[in-house]
């Protein structure tokens, strides 16, 4: 009988553990199909209902990062401010520089990324979004500085050439930043931010059949006539970075 009793009892733990392993790769299974379909929304209610059961720093920065993919910025740095010792977590620095930078404290974004930068040197995303920074600050050196330390550091290719691109058009240089983007869109990697940065450069190089192309696949002529006009007649640059 007690032999039974023992039995009984360590089967109970066995079985137990593995209930345990089956409901956390259950739920393993059920983020990484809310992130690989982007379903922001019940991701976010996911990371709440983990952290109602367990505070954890990295899950309350998986939140802050599905709040800033949902567009919600300010939530993003509410959640992101509360991770204990923040300093010393390059990860949770970087979503709290991105917030501040989206919510238009671009200073603010500047010494946060430095700051960041200082914990970890050679990152190319850092480097990266300095580069997006200096930019918007009107740094022109300064951001293309940080963008080539970006690309010597190995990040994404069609990344760092828009933002390169986009540098040049700051410049004026259109010529160059059409050589940088053209590649890019004749290889069908582009996207709708590389697209207007190359029209733009396009146009403002004269070369207004290859623009009309490019806008054929999203606009008709009427839309791609007027575009166009606006760009000859434009005096700035505005156009997205990466």
């Given amino acids: 009988m007690y032999k039974i009793v023992i039995v009984m009892i360590l089967s109970c733990f066995v079985f137990g553990c593995a209930s345990s392993s089956l409901d956390s790769k259950l739920s393993e299974s059920k983020e990484s199909i809310l992130i690989e379909t982007n379903?922001?929304?019940?991701?976010?209610?996911?990371?709440?209902?983990?952290?109602?059961?367990?505070?954890?720093?990295?899950?309350?920065?998986?939140?802050?990062?599905?709040?800033?993919?949902n567009g919600?910025?300010?939530?993003?740095?509410?959640?992101?401010?509360?991770?204990?010792?923040?300093?010393?977590?390059?990860?949770?620095?970087?979503?709290?520089?991105?917030?501040?930078?989206?919510?238009?404290?671009?200073?603010?974004?500047?010494?946060?990324?430095?700051?960041?930068?200082?914990?970890?040197?050679?990152?190319?995303?850092?480097?990266?979004?300095?580069?997006?920074?200096?930019?918007?600050?009107?740094?022109i050196k300064k951001s293309?500085?940080?963008?080539?330390?970006?690309?010597e550091h190995f990040v994404d290719d069609v990344k760092i050439k828009n933002n390169l691109a986009m540098v040049s058009m700051l410049e004026g240089d259109f010529e160059h930043a059409a050589s940088l983007l053209l590649p890019i869109y004749i290889k069908g990697a582009s996207n709708e931010?590389?697209?207007?940065?190359?029209?733009?450069?396009?146009?403002?190089?004269?070369?207004?059949?290859?623009?009309?192309?490019?806008?054929?696949s999203r606009y008709s002529k009427k839309e791609s006539f007027q575009i166009i006009n606006d760009i000859k007649s434009s005096q700035s640059v505005n156009s997205p970075m990466i």
Avoid at 144 to 151: D, M, T, V
């Fill in 193 to 216: 931010k590389i697209e207007t940065n190359l029209v733009f450069s396009l146009v403002k190089i004269n070369q207004i059949d290859s623009a009309k192309k490019i806008l054929a």
């Fill in 39 to 69: 379903n922001y929304p019940n991701l976010i209610a996911y990371y709440k209902d983990q952290l109602k059961i367990k505070e954890s720093d990295s899950t309350r920065i998986k939140l802050a990062e599905a709040y800033a993919n």
């Fill in 72 to 139: 919600d910025y300010e939530s993003s740095l509410f959640v992101i401010t509360r991770v204990r010792e923040k300093e010393s977590n390059v990860k949770a620095i970087v979503v709290e520089c991105n917030a501040l930078f989206e919510l238009g404290n671009i200073r603010k974004a500047e010494l946060c990324l430095l700051s960041a930068n200082e914990l970890d040197k050679n990152n190319p995303e850092i480097e990266n979004q300095l580069g997006i920074t200096y930019a918007y600050l009107g740094y």
């Fill in 144 to 151: 293309k500085y940080y963008f080539e330390l970006s690309r």
